[in-house]
Nanobody, 122 residues
Framework: QVQLVESGGGLVQAGGSLRLSCAAS????????LGWFRQAPGMEREFVAG????????YYTDSVKGRFTISRDNAKNTVYLQMNSLKPEDTAVYYC???????????????WGQGTQVTVSS
């Protein structure tokens, strides 16, 4: 079992930055791929970024490439999402997730956090 707790969300102006953190419990953290997803009101949950167990491979959705960076610190059982040049369309609840395989599909991830709200004002 892995329990995930996100933090770092908030309100920011367009062009600003936020760093989301997701702290995990469980000694097997380093065995899992980790992902960030987001869900805006009335929209389906969408993949944002993912990283493999070692941190050597990362995927991003096209809309955030060059602006967002995912990273992980296995010693701290934490995954991060650095978000720069934020846009109003980035507004959503952001969720971190853990699963055995890195991928873009939500069904690949077995464990989910409760989410943190990110609001970008224009």
């Amino acid at each position: 079992q892995v329990q995930l707790v996100e933090s770092g969300g908030g309100l920011v102006q367009a062009g600003g930055s936020l760093r989301l953190s997701c702290a995990a419990s469980g000694r097997t953290f380093r065995n899992y791929a980790l992902g960030w997803f987001r869900q805006a009101p009335g929209m389906e949950r969408e993949f944002v970024a993912g990283i493999n167990w070692s941190g050597g491979i990362a995927y991003y959705t096209d809309s955030v490439k060059g602006r967002f960076t995912i990273s992980r610190d296995n010693a701290k059982n934490t995954v991060y999402l650095q978000m720069n040049s934020l846009k109003p369309e980035d507004t959503a609840v952001y969720y971190c997730a853990a699963g055995p395989s890195l991928g873009r599909r939500a069904y690949l991830y077995d464990f989910w956090g409760q989410g943190t709200q990110v609001t970008v004002s224009s």
